[in-house]
């Protein structure tokens, strides 16, 4: 049963840039939560999406974008990359009936420059 | 805006001993907490959830959860080595921010042997 993946692994931009995050949900489960882990921080709740839309959104600015594919797999997409996003992206999933439960990905690390 | 707040560390304790992890949240309506284990360098890894007052056990982990103190707390029996790592006390939201997870910043453990 494979768990929570994402691409890609590592990511270097340089500011301004734009950046695309990919995730797939565990099997079984529909619903994607996207989180920014900065160092020594816990992670920050930026946006989650269930049945392809927004559901709820974090204190993040527009520069954040998401969306939600019909398989259940979701994008982060974040613009006018500033070195403040520079971070760990988590994909959470869940399952529709076990719903409080969030299971994480490996993440992908974004560095800045 | 819903606190999490946990003792940062680091904590050390040697082999076998018992390592004990505590949290507090603010919002004394939340009916969900959760425990994850993160190795340095890697995602979250959920190891515990606990919805009711009282005690939950699996293997050598014990969680306790105190609503009317608003406290939740990690135990680790015989502690191991492998046990070194960030773990990340997470509250549910609910109301209008059900379904997203707020986090401490973790508290680091290291086991000796």
């Known amino acids: 049963d494979a768990g929570v993946t994402q691409s890609p692994t590592h990511l270097i931009k340089t500011r301004g840039q734009q950046v695309t995050l990919r995730c797939s949900p565990k099997?079984?489960?529909?619903?994607v939560s996207w989180y920014q882990q900065a160092l020594g921080q816990g992670p920050q709740f930026i946006f989650q999406?269930?049945?392809?839309?927004?559901?709820q959104r974090g204190n993040f600015p527009d520069r954040f974008s998401g969306h939600q594919f019909p398989n259940y797999s979701s994008e982060l997409n974040v613009n006018a990359l500033l070195l403040g996003d520079s971070a760990l992206y988590l994909c959470?999933?869940?399952?529709?009936?076990?719903?409080?439960?969030?299971?994480f990905g490996p993440g992908t690390r974004l560095t800045v420059l | 805006q819903k606190e999490v707040e946990q003792n940062s560390g680091p904590l050390s304790v040697p082999e076998g001993a018992i390592a004990s992890l505590n949290c507090t949240y603010s919002?004394?309506?939340?009916?969900?907490f959760f425990w994850y284990r993160q190795y340095s360098g890697k995602s979250p890894e959920l190891i515990m959830s606990?919805?009711?007052?009282g005690d939950k056990e699996d293997g050598r982990f014990t969680a306790q959860l105190n609503k009317a103190s608003q406290y939740v707390s990690l135990l680790i029996r015989d502690s191991q080595p492998s046990d070194s790592a960030t773990y990340l006390c997470?509250?549910?939201?609910?109301?209008?921010?059900?379904?997203?997870?707020?986090f401490g910043r973790g508290t680091q453990l290291t086991v000796w042997p």
């Open positions: 959470a999933s869940s399952h529709p009936q076990i719903y409080n439960e969030q299971f």
């Open positions: 099997s079984g489960h529909d619903t």
């Open positions: 999406y269930y049945e392809e839309e927004e559901r």
């Open positions: 919002d004394r309506g939340s009916q969900s």
């Open positions: 606990i919805y009711s007052n």
């Open positions: 997470a509250v549910k939201g609910r109301g209008s921010t059900l379904g997203r997870l707020y």
